[in-house]
C-alpha cells in the first residue's frame, strides 16, 4: 500500500504560549503548576494555554485530592490548550490518591493539530487526567503526537473531534498518533468522539508501541474505521 507523507509539523516560538510561553535556555528547566487556570487565551501559532520548549512541566505534584489545574478554551493553531516540544508533561497520581480529575484539558481548538494537546518529539504522562471537547482542524481533537512517548493512567478522552477543515478528513478525534510514537493506555477512557477521517476514537500511524489494558473505547464516530 501508499505510505502516508508525514505532514510538517513547525511552530513558531514568536505568537507562541497565549497564557505562558516557557523556552528553555538550558536543559533541565522545570515548571510546576498547582491550583491554576488557564482560560480563554489566543496564540498565532503554538500553545493557545501554554507553550513548552525544552523543558518540563510538573502538574500537581503533591497528590493531594483537592489540587486542580485547568486548561479551558485556549486557542493555537498547533496545541490549542498545551504545545509541547522535546519537553515532557508529567501529570502523575499516587495509586493511593482517589480518582477524580486532578488535570482538565477542555473546550480547547487547534486550527491545525491538537485541540487539546500537541505533543511534538516530547512525553505526555497522564494519570487522572480529563480531555473533553476540544477541536482539531485536521488530526488529533484531544490530543496529537508526533514522535511521542504517552503514558496515561485512569484519564478521560471524551467529546473531542478532529476535522473541522471542510477541505481535509481529520483522523482521530480522541488522540492521533504517529511516526513512531509509543503508547501505553490503562484503564482509560475513550467516549463519543468524532472524527471526519478514520479513527473516532484514536488513530496510530506506524506506532512503534502499543498496549491498551482494562480501557473502555466506545461510541466514537469516524467516516473511515471507528
Do not use: W
Request: aromatic share 6%; net charge negative; charged share 15%.
Amino acid at each position: 500500500g501508499e505510505i502516508e507523507e508525514i505532514p510538517e509539523v513547525s511552530v513558531n516560538p514568536i505568537g507562541s504560549g497565549g497564557g505562558l510561553a516557557v523556552h528553555a535556555t538550558n536543559t533541565g528547566s522545570v515548571i510546576n503548576l498547582k491550583n491554576s487556570q488557564f482560560i480563554g487565551n489566543l496564540a498565532d501559532s503554538g500553545g493557545g494555554g501554554i507553550f513548552v520548549l525544552g523543558s518540563k512541566l510538573v502538574i500537581n505534584n503533591s497528590n493531594t485530592d483537592h489540587e486542580k489545574v485547568e486548561f479551558n478554551h485556549n486557542a493555537a493553531v498547533l496545541g490549542g490548550n498545551i504545545y509541547l516540544e522535546s519537553s515532557t508533561l508529567n501529570a502523575t497520581r499516587s495509586e493511593h490518591a482517589n480518582d477524580q480529575h486532578h488535570l482538565l484539558i477542555k473546550g480547547g481548538t487547534a486550527t491545525e493539530f491538537g485541540g487539546g494537546i500537541a505533543c511534538v518529539g516530547s512525553t505526555v504522562i497522564l494519570h487522572a487526567s480529563l480531555l473533553k471537547e476540544n477541536v482539531a482542524g485536521l488530526d488529533g481533537g484531544g490530543l496529537y503526537g508526533v514522535l511521542c512517548l504517552m503514558n496515561s493512567i485512569k484519564s478521560s478522552f471524551s467529546d473531542n473531534k478532529a476535522g473541522e477543515d471542510p477541505d481535509q478528513f481529520g483522523k482521530g478525534g480522541g488522540l492521533f498518533f504517529q511516526s513512531i510514537s509509543n503508547i501505553v493506555l490503562d484503564r482509560v477512557e475513550i467516549l463519543n468522539n468524532t472524527a471526519d477521517g478514520a479513527g473516532g476514537g484514536l488513530a496510530a500511524i506506524r506506532a512503534r508501541v502499543f498496549f491498551v489494558t482494562e480501557s473502555n473505547i466506545m461510541y466514537n464516530i469516524a467516516t473511515e474505521g471507528g
